[in-house]
């Protein structure tokens, strides 16, 4: 057997080169760590966000210092008539999406008894509804040309129920839902959806998780890495799912948790 025979080629597994990737939620945590590391890759990034400055933000910035194109746009996700304008202005893209993260999301904290059908809907609304539409028009130019690579934001809360916290968790377990049921239809077209359930990562939507020592305390217990995650520790998943190396998955939700769900 020569070297070259059943050798593994790894070279340009993990280039984006050319690519353009979509992020929800860009701005900040999470969505911004996928971002920049995506741009790192070699993708240009077509930012999302409620609040993001229409030039001159930090992770425009950042991929723009990495030598990749980033365009701004701005655009409520629990507000249905902008998702659809959003979706219908990115399907009609002259350049074809590649990468459609799903990221953007929002949490509530209330006992049941006093979760009001506004938190309900809203949260609905951000993270199941929009990501729906989005995957929809822009997976349907995806299944078109037979490729893409889709990925969503799903949580812990996917496997598990959660506390004080049921438009969340059922919120994201209809994303791992939707990650099936995409993926069942398109994985036979040339196009991988998949999920990643981040654990507790160290962003915003945990801050009152951390601040309370006792809550803190009991979730490190836990978790057999003995730290909160990092944003970066979600987005090396998420490159995986954007990259070729992931091309043979499909329909999976991929715990990014330091071991939570193992213990």
């Given at each position: 057997m020569t070297s070259n025979e059943?050798?593994?080629?790894?070279e340009g597994l993990f280039d984006l080169s050319g690519k353009l990737a979509v992020v929800t939620g860009a701005r900040r945590g999470i969505g911004r760590a996928i971002a920049e590391l995506l741009a790192g890759a070699g993708a240009d990034i077509v930012g999302v966000s409620a609040q993001l400055e229409d030039s001159g933000s930090e992770v425009q910035q950042s991929v723009e210092s990495l030598g990749r194109s980033f365009e701004a746009i701005r655009a409520d996700m629990s507000d249905e008539k902008q998702v659809h304008e959003l979706a219908s202005r990115l399907a009609q893209s002259s350049r074809p999406i590649d990468i459609l993260v799903n990221n953007a999301g929002s949490i509530v904290r209330a006992a049941a008894?006093?979760?009001t059908d506004d938190m309900w809907t809203r949260?609905?609304?951000i993270n199941l509804t929009a990501p729906f539409i989005l995957t929809r028009e822009i997976g349907r130019t995806m299944v078109e040309r037979g490729a893409g690579k889709v990925i969503?934001?799903?949580s812990?809360?996917?496997f598990q129920g959660g506390?004080?916290?049921?438009?969340y968790t059922a919120s994201k377990h209809g994303v791992a839902g939707l990650v099936k049921a995409f993926a069942n239809e398109w994985a036979p077209r040339g196009v991988n959806v998949n999920g990643i359930a981040p654990g507790y990562i160290s962003?915003?939507?945990?801050e009152a998780l951390r601040a309370d020592p006792e809550r803190s305390r009991s979730i490190l217990d836990r978790i057999p890495a003995g730290r909160w995650g990092e944003a970066?520790?979600?987005?090396?998943?998420?490159?995986f799912l954007a990259s070729s190396a992931s091309d043979y998955v499909c329909g999976v939700i991929l715990p990014v948790d330091g071991g939570w769900l193992a213990r």
């Open positions: 059943n050798s593994i080629h790894f008894v006093d979760h949260t609905i609304a969503f934001t799903g812990l809360l996917s506390i004080l916290v049921p438009s962003t915003d939507n945990t970066l520790d979600i987005a090396g998943a998420a490159l």
